[in-house]
């Protein structure tokens, strides 16, 4: 298990405020929204903010959205095998297949990956690549080898027309659980969180659903699972309405066949057209440009942390010049590995993010060696997001 919080008196706070439900240590919300705007406080690793939840009103209409609903438990059997396990540094949840080659999850699940491990309900164990990253909405959507999985990707319903009283089922991939689970309730709340509009329901998750999908009594998905109460009150997903516009972002999946590392040759171009090989640099640096926005954000929330660190265990002697000071960690001969007894636990934790920091710009310079990218636009696109360490290159 993955501490929840940095360890340190500026964090101490901060660990008992509650839980995102995966084993990572994220945001969550943290007192039960009433009636009237709230705000509640999410955890991030030593990092304080708060998120505001506002009610959102919504008629009631006519129609009764579990009429003509098929029996609960064949509803379940149908959906049970598009759930999976989504596994990345130091962080586990849950995902779904949207489609035979895409899966759903949060993005606080890859805690900044930029890829995870997905165990299938059959077993299969898959490498999948971030190719949609978006914090503010807490998503993530990860290209995988196309799988043989229409029958079991999950149809994605409306979250416009969900109504107080709905009954819901959310499924996931509970930690310490070899198989899915499942929690049934209904919708309790419409809640706007940032720019998130949230289902509030009583289908309280389990640790590790986060990222599972939150279905209507048809089988279709309504929200993706984020976060509960600490009271173990009331869950939270994001409402599907709020992700679709980043499904029709998603770039053709260019992964070969199950166990194929082979990228699809490109269409051949037209006469008076760019060649093959300048379309998919195009297409290339405009993917590797979104995958450093991404790990950029990752990295604005590692400065918070370091930041805290610094304050907290009174450390003075950082060398400057580089876009990130935490960069210097990246040196073994780095006297910054070097610290108290009482903040070791601290800087392990800074020290795992900047790796998987690392391991993500490797995956991002392998889109950028795939596409046959000029080490200069690399460079270039690095500062561009300030992720320019020199070591990356090397």
């Known amino acids: 298990m993955v501490k929840l919080g940095i360890a340190g008196t500026a964090a101490v706070a901060l660990l008992a405020a509650g839980v995102w439900y995966s ?10 929204p009433p009636a009237v705007p709230s705000q509640a406080r999410p955890q991030g690793a030593g990092r304080s903010s708060t998120v505001t939840l506002e009610p959102v009103s919504r008629g009631t209409g006519a129609e009764n ?17 598009a759930i999976v396990m989504v596994e ?24 900044g990956s930029m890829t995870a491990s997905i165990t299938t309900r059959n077993g299969s164990h898959l490498e999948g690549k971030a190719v949609i990253v978006s914090e503010q909405r807490d998503l993530a959507l990860l290209q995988i080898p196309p799988q043989n999985a229409m029958a079991v990707a ?69 929200g993706i699972t984020s976060a509960r109460l600490d009271t173990g009150t009331a869950g939270f997903a994001l409402a599907i309405d709020e992700a679709k516009p980043f499904f029709e972002r998603v770039p053709p999946n260019t992964a070969g066949a199950p166990g194929s590392a082979q990228v699809a040759a490109p269409p051949p171009p037209a006469s008076s057209g760019p060649s093959a090989s300048d379309a998919r640099r195009t297409i290339g640096l405009q993917h ?3 995958a450093l926005a991404s790990i950029e954000m990752a990295a604005a929330q590692l400065d918070a942390n370091w930041g805290d660190y610094k304050k907290g ?51 991002a310079a392998e889109i950028g060696r795939q596409s046959g990218l000029y080490a200069g636009e690399l460079r270039t696109l690095q500062a561009k997001h300030h992720l320019d360490y020199a070591g990356w290159d090397r």
Not at 71 to 77: C, G, Y
Not at 94 to 107: C, E, K, Q, R, Y
Not at 315 to 329: D, K, M, N, R, Y
């Open 313 to 363: 265990c009174h450390i003075t002697s950082v060398p400057g010049g580089q876009s990130h000071e935490w960069f210097a960690l990246y040196d073994p001969r780095s006297p910054l590995h070097s610290t108290a007894t009482n903040c070791a636990d601290y800087l392990a934790q800074i020290e795992q993010r900047a790796r998987a920091i690392s391991a993500s710009m490797a995956a």
């Open 65 to 81: 959205p579990d009429a003509s609903a098929p029996p609960l438990t064949d509803m379940i059997e149908r959906a049970m095998p």
């Open 154 to 222: 999950l149809p994605l319903g409306r979250s416009s027309g969900v109504r107080l009283g709905q009954g819901v089922v959310a499924l996931g991939w509970a930690e310490g659980l070899t198989q899915s689970t499942v929690t049934r309730g209904v919708v309790t709340g419409l809640r706007q969180a940032g720019e998130r509009l949230l289902l509030q329901t009583d289908a309280v998750p389990n640790p590790g659903d986060s990222g599972g999908p939150l279905l209507d009594l048809r089988g279709n998905v309504i």
């Open 88 to 111: 990345a540094p130091g962080s586990r949840g849950s995902g779904f297949f949207a489609a035979p080659d895409l899966i759903v999850t949060n993005a606080h699940v890859l805690a």
């Open 288 to 290: 590797y440009d979104d």
């Open 23 to 32: 084993r990572t240590g994220q945001p969550a919300v943290t007192s039960a």
